[in-house]
T-cell receptor
Framework: KNEVEQSPQNLTAQEGEFITINCSYSVGISALHWLQQHPGGGIVSLFMLSSGKKKHGRLIATINIQEKHSSLHITASHPRDSAVYIC???????????FGEGTQLTVNP | NAGVTQTPKFQVLKTGQSMTLQCAQD?????MYWYRQDPGMGLRLIYY???????DKGEVPNGYNVSRLNKREFSLRLESAAPSQTSVYFC?????????FGQGTRLTVV
């Protein structure tokens, strides 16, 4: 079993829909990252969370440390949100990141 | 991804050839990493360097070597490329809990 599990693996939505991507992990962490990767592009860090909730524009990320679970929400989704969203955790000891497999999001107009 | 520069962006190698992927960061970070990304799998750690002059193996180090000659640069070398090393490679630089990634290198070994 992977230490970081994401669901769903693939998600197709219509423009305007509210989207949720989930991440569960099984190790102690000091931080959790949500990353975005566009086709053929690099990886961009969206959020870094160690507790609670963060919001940036239409993106909201939450984390529940006790339940070892995080969610990424996109409100009023748009085709330009189509990308792979990756959850990564930084272990409590050390600086190494462990990645989930990613969620491929497609938002249709 | 301002701050992490990775070269080249694309490379095709023949089996047995060697090459070095270059990575540089200008953020004065101690920790740098090399990952590979394959379809259906998350990014996997090849090697990392916690500070200048130190390197450690990650999950998938076989067939690779690294060099951290100074704080700014962390290179990844394939001494004898194999088709199994066809992948997209990412360099990353980490400070505290912020992570920055290079643009990636798409490597094909034929």
């Amino acid at each position: 079993k992977n230490e970081v599990e994401q669901s769903p693996q693939n998600l197709t939505a219509q423009e305007g829909e509210f989207i949720t991507i989930n991440c569960s992990y099984s190790v102690g962490i000091s931080a959790l990252h949500w990353l975005q990767q566009h086709p053929g592009g690099g990886i961009v860090s969206l959020f870094m969370l160690s507790s609670g909730k963060k919001k940036h524009g239409r993106l909201i990320a939450t984390i529940n440390i006790q339940e070892k679970h995080s969610s990424l929400h996109i409100t009023a989704s748009h085709p330009r949100d189509s990308a792979v969203y990756i959850c990564a955790v930084r272990r409590a000891s050390g600086s190494r990141l462990t990645f989930g497999e990613g969620t491929q999001l497609t938002v249709n107009p | 991804n301002a701050g992490v520069t990775q070269t080249p962006k694309f490379q095709v190698l023949k089996t047995g050839q060697s090459m070095t992927l270059q990575c540089a960061q200008d953020m004065n970070h101690n920790s740098m990493y090399w990952y590979r990304q394959d379809p259906g799998m998350g990014l996997r750690l090849i090697y990392y360097s916690a500070s200048e002059g130190t390197t450690d193996k990650g999950e998938v180090p076989n067939g690779y070597n690294v060099s951290r000659l100074n704080k700014r640069e962390f290179s990844l070398r394939l001494e004898s490329a194999a088709p199994s090393q066809t992948s997209v490679y990412f360099c990353a630089s980490v400070f505290n809990t912020e992570a920055f990634f290079g643009q990636g290198t798409r490597l094909t070994v034929v």
